[in-house]
């Protein structure tokens, strides 16, 4: 009896072993790119409580309770965008579509030094808004400075570092996965290199890494690279170079330059990556264009400056002569993004601008308005001066993530740069498809496991059994960016599947409404 009642449980067991677990959604005949860059293989992928639970040639009569036909689309890791700015637009966009019908399941905020100092505090907000998108935070450096020097252009005292560091291990502890830090950003730009590797030694007692915008990405570039390596280096942790790229025409060409100093720390073991947005403007504040000094200690020090008349005509001066470097002879290169005070310059050069007020057709009065704008608001800034030929060759570095640099975009609000609504698309499109740039399942790499690995994220990037279901099912022979510059406002298109941690977020190429995303937290959280 004993044994029959054995040989009946061992039966049981083993039945049960052979069940398959049920699918909550069963994506079935795709082409499955699993993010580790290898070639693309027919299957199905499998999902469960917000799981993936089955990968491969899964059998025909599999359970599930949904099934989607992903036949002659790819099948694909939710991306992930290293290098964001939602902070604000959460609550008036949390169903995050500009980032959604790009394939982003995953996005890094509290870049460039710009982060919010309450990190637990924040989280908590991200988990009561119920965002469409998950939420990594990097504690922004500038952030940090401003708490305990303000917008002072000296460095901190001894006592005044020590505070800095608190604050940097408490948003470690709260859970961000890192340091950031934006150094043409006042107050960033007033720090010294000791400040930083102080500050980055603390984040990397909390395995944390150090992603930085770099004192300078035109003329002193090599300078600022040695920099960002010597913190790095000094502080022990990983570097993330934000944004890659050479800014004014007279830097174009000098992508073997900066690509060979990154590379050559990779061979010397310090662990550096990069990320890039796919295009050839940049978008940042007007105020970026003023010299640091001027700037120090806040905008009634910036106006009280301005109205000495030989601050403001030194000012007026370097904006010129900073023209005449980029071999210009008018500030075309610069169109404004956002104007509060005045929408109807929004998508106007400044010099389209300056015409408009009636005022002579020359730098330097096109250098004047530029100071009466920035009196009023700090405008967003489109700025046209970057190399196509220099975009591709640093999209072709094999440690270079894609990015947007972009905030969840409020339809219709302003003429932002089209890389919030465009930047996977706009890879996978035209740099893969078109171009030929880079292979889809390099592309797919750079967009998944690269940033996944980067930034600590061990359950996310890759289709595996066990991982997260953040999954996207795009297709590859019409996938595409549509946004532009003069009409920014457009979602590409392309994506036909979205899920995030298992839910469906986009079906057959349309927003669900679904809002699934979570707080990603770094390793060193102490909850």
């Not at 000296?154 to 604050?167: C, D, F, I, S, Y």
């Not at 340091?179 to 290199?193: E, F, H, K, N, Q």
């Not at 570039?221 to 920099?227: D, F, R, S, W």
């Not at 010129?320 to 005045?342: G, I, N, T």
Request: proline share 5%.
């Amino acid at each position: 009896m004993r044994y029959f009642l054995f040989i009946l449980l061992w039966a049981a067991a083993h039945v049960a072993a052979a069940q398959p677990t049920r699918a909550a959604i069963l994506i079935r005949n795709g082409r499955v790119l699993d993010g580790t860059g290898n070639a693309w293989f027919l299957g199905d992928v499998a999902v469960a409580a917000g799981r993936i639970v089955a990968v491969g040639r899964l059998p025909a009569d599999y359970p599930a309770d949904t099934v989607l036909d992903a036949r002659g689309l790819m099948v694909a890791p939710g991306f992930i965008d290293v290098h964001t700015h939602i902070e604000d637009d959460e609550v008036r966009q949390p169903t995050a579509d500009n980032f959604i019908y790009d394939g982003v399941t995953t996005v890094v905020t509290g870049n460039c030094g710009s982060s919010r100092l309450d990190l637990r505090r924040y989280f908590r907000t991200l988990d009561s808004l119920h965002l469409a998108v998950n939420v990594a935070s990097l504690i922004g450096h500038g952030d940090v400075r401003k708490a305990v020097l303000g917008r002072a252009n000296r460095p901190p005292t001894e006592a005044e570092l020590q505070r800095m560091e608190a604050l940097v291990a408490q948003a470690m502890q709260a859970g961000a996965v890192g340091l950031s830090s934006g150094l043409i950003y006042v107050p960033g730009t007033y720090a010294r290199t000791p400040e930083l590797v102080r500050l980055a030694r603390v984040a990397a007692r909390y395995h944390g890494l150090y992603a930085t915008h770099m004192r300078n990405e035109g003329d002193s570039v090599t300078q600022a690279i040695g920099e960002a390596l010597q913190v790095s280096r000094e502080a022990g942790l990983p570097l993330e170079i934000s944004h890659l790229k050479l800014g004014g025409q007279q830097n174009w060409g000098r992508t073997p330059e900066i690509l060979g100093l990154i590379a050559d720390a990779r061979r010397a073991g310090q662990e550096v990556t990069i990320d890039q947005y796919p295009y050839t403007a940049s978008s940042t504040s007007l105020t970026t264009l003023l010299p640091d000094d001027v700037q120090a200690d806040g905008r009634d020090s910036l106006r009280a400056r301005l109205r000495r008349p030989a601050v403001r005509a030194a000012v007026e001066a370097s904006l010129v002569r900073r023209l005449r470097m980029r071999q210009l002879r008018h500030f075309s290169y610069a169109v404004v993004a956002s104007f509060p005070p005045e929408p109807a310059y929004n998508g106007l050069s400044i010099e389209q601008i300056n015409r408009r007020l009636g005022r002579r057709h020359s730098a330097r009065a096109e250098a004047a308005t530029i100071l009466d704008l920035a009196l009023q608001y700090d405008a967003g800034m489109v700025f046209h001066g970057m190399s196509e030929a220099d975009v591709q060759s640093i999209m072709r570095y094999p440690q270079n993530m894609v990015a947007s640099d972009a905030s969840i975009r409020v339809w219709q609000q302003g003429v932002p740069h089209p890389r919030g609504y465009g930047s996977n698309a706009r890879v996978l499109g035209r740099y893969v498809r078109e171009l030929q740039v880079l292979s889809l399942e390099e592309a797919v790499r750079r967009m998944t496991s690269l940033p996944a690995q980067t930034f600590g994220f061990t359950d996310r990037g890759l289709l595996r059994p066990g991982l997260a279901a953040d999954i996207v099912v795009f297709d590859p022979a019409t996938v595409r960016d549509l946004s532009t510059y003069d009409q920014p406002h457009q979602y590409s298109t392309g994506m036909q599947y979205v899920l995030v941690n298992g839910r469906l977020t986009v079906r057959e190429g349309k927003h669900t409404g679904a809002r699934n995303g979570q707080v990603l937290y770094g390793a060193g959280r102490q909850p």
